[in-house]
């Protein structure tokens, strides 16, 4: 044990338990905790939010947790959207924040506030930092609460004056957490379960990508000979799209689900849940068995069972028995008339090797038909929040070095300051902005459900103009996308712009 200065204990703690870089906006409240945290170690972004959505990209591909630094309340306050979404995301994030100096706390002064209020909701841990002392206890303690299943938030506060008092620094050893839970016994009942049903079908999620499963699913259904479809709005791959035995996604509309699993006597929800949006009026599965495996268990529908969902199908797979193979249900055919099915096309045909953030909306659709889903490949903001791919193709990046991000343009100008952080750290994110002039998404669903054109939701931006403005290379092409040879193979972070002006012809929610 050793004693020294509190930011020097901060600092040894980061890089003991390998919490680096800290991604983050810092304010005058920040300063003394990052005085001995160096500047290859720290990677600035322009907004306080970039920083979480960044920390949430890098923590999904990692599976460990990411380390955000905000400027007090007002910077947590920012970036409130993204701290949502990374805990849809089920994410492990350590978010921190400087607070006001405790000495004269009484008098609120500028910049203080109950951060811990306000981020509660989203956070599994929380701890005001009081002591030297505590300082690196608290990080780790953060740090293991995250990595509980299922993944989830931390926040620690961090006041101005303890960084610049003496504490203990012991160079705690981290623990190695095993999510590998499974219940045997769980496991054979439900594999009777399964062997007595007449129709079984499988729903996969996004935790079996997070916890390495895919394959195990896919072995599973293949024995069963038995349909998958996808959660409605999975975050990340929830099957292989390219398995025979995958059937599609189930669309977020309880009604429309309804008639999907309409012939099947059990369902078999596998890391994943059922998420809706909009509003129907029907009863969502109503008198259908159902039963949910996972470590993200929300009650909502079904017996559930917590369980790691890959350790699951790994030991299931020995009790139920096979059967003949049921009839898969098609999936959506590609449409050579379809501009933006032309599109991802071409992105599939190009990019079929790379990580993919999704924040084209009103295309997502198409994109996750035709470009399909593989471990580790496929990521998208499941909260609905806008301007959230741009940061986490960055913070994915920061890891791997094939990301694109497919972005609409209305999301893209939400976080286009990104695009400083992306070059400023030559960052190897390559861009497909799809420009449709407005938000489509808006335009298809007030067309549809109301039978009303808004104005106000279309608008134009001299898009190259903005990614010129931050040192981005960029070009611009129709639908034919004469130029995605030249993105795919230039070197470090580059940009194309797509005129998709046409209507996509789908509704999304089904």
């Not at 981005?472 to 972070?493: C, H, V």
């Amino acid at each position: 044990m050793i004693i020294m200065l509190g930011y020097t204990i901060f600092n040894k703690s980061l890089k003991n338990m390998k919490l680096t870089p800290v991604f983050g906006n810092p304010g005058t409240t920040e300063i003394p905790m990052l005085e001995a945290v160096s500047s290859d170690d720290y990677m600035l972004t322009l907004h306080d939010s970039i920083s979480v959505g960044m920390a949430d990209g890098r923590a999904q591909l990692t599976r460990k947790p990411s380390f955000v630094n905000l400027h007090s309340i007002l910077g947590v306050g920012n970036s409130m959207a993204f701290i949502y979404s990374a805990f849809v995301h089920r994410v492990p994030v350590i978010i921190t924040a400087g607070e006001q100096d405790s000495r004269h706390i009484f008098y609120d002064p500028l910049l203080s506030g109950n951060i811990g209020d306000m981020i509660s909701p989203y956070v599994k841990y929380k701890f005001e930092v009081n002591s030297a002392n505590d300082i690196e206890k608290s990080i780790r303690r953060a740090y293991i609460s995250s990595m509980a299943p299922s993944y989830s938030l931390s926040f620690l506060g961090f006041p101005m004056d303890i960084m610049g008092e003496n504490g203990k620094y012991s160079g705690l050893n981290m623990p190695d957490i095993n999510s590998n839970v499974v219940d045997i016994n769980a496991v054979k009942s439900i594999a009777e379960m399964i062997n007595n049903s007449k129709n079984p079908v499988m729903v996969t999620g996004y935790e079996l990508d997070m916890y390495g499963g895919i394959q195990y699913a896919r072995d599973f259904a293949g024995k069963l000979g038995i349909p998958v479809f996808a959660e409605p709005f999975a975050s990340r791959a929830p099957f292989d799209s390219g398995d025979k035995n995958y059937a599609g996604d189930l669309p977020p509309v309880a009604a429309l689900i309804n008639d999907k699993l309409s012939g099947y006597d059990l369902i078999i929800i596998v890391g994943g849940d059922i998420n809706l949006y909009p509003y129907s009026m029907a009863d969502l599965l109503e008198g259908k068995e159902i039963i949910k495996i996972g470590m993200d268990i929300s009650g909502k529908i079904g017996d559930s069972y917590f369980m790691n969902p890959a350790a699951f199908l790994q030991s299931a797979i020995e009790y139920i028995k096979p059967r003949k193979p049921s009839v898969i249900p098609g999936k959506p055919s590609f449409d050579k008339n379809s501009q933006i099915q032309r599109v991802m096309l071409k992105i599939s045909k190009n990019f079929g090797d790379y990580i993919i953030s999704d924040e084209s909306i009103s295309a997502s659709p198409f994109l996750r038909n035709i470009v399909g889903y593989k471990p580790d490949s496929y990521f998208i903001g499941k909260s609905g929040q806008i301007g959230w791919a741009l940061p986490a193709a960055a913070g994915m990046a920061t890891v791997k070095d094939k990301v694109l991000c497919v972005i609409g343009d209305g999301a893209f100008m939400y976080t286009s300051q990104t695009l400083w952080t992306i070059k400023n750290y030559n960052l190897p994110v390559k861009i497909i902005i799809l420009d449709n002039h407005g938000y489509g998404i808006l335009k298809k669903f007030s067309d549809v459900n109301y039978n009303e054109s808004k104005k106000y939701l279309s608008f134009s931006i001299e898009l190259k103009k903005v990614l010129d403005s931050f040192n981005i290379e960029s070009r611009e092409n129709d639908e034919t996308m004469e130029d995605i040879e030249w993105l795919r193979n230039i070197k470090g972070p580059a940009a194309l712009i797509v005129n998709v002006d046409k209507p996509y012809g789908y509704n999304l929610f089904g």
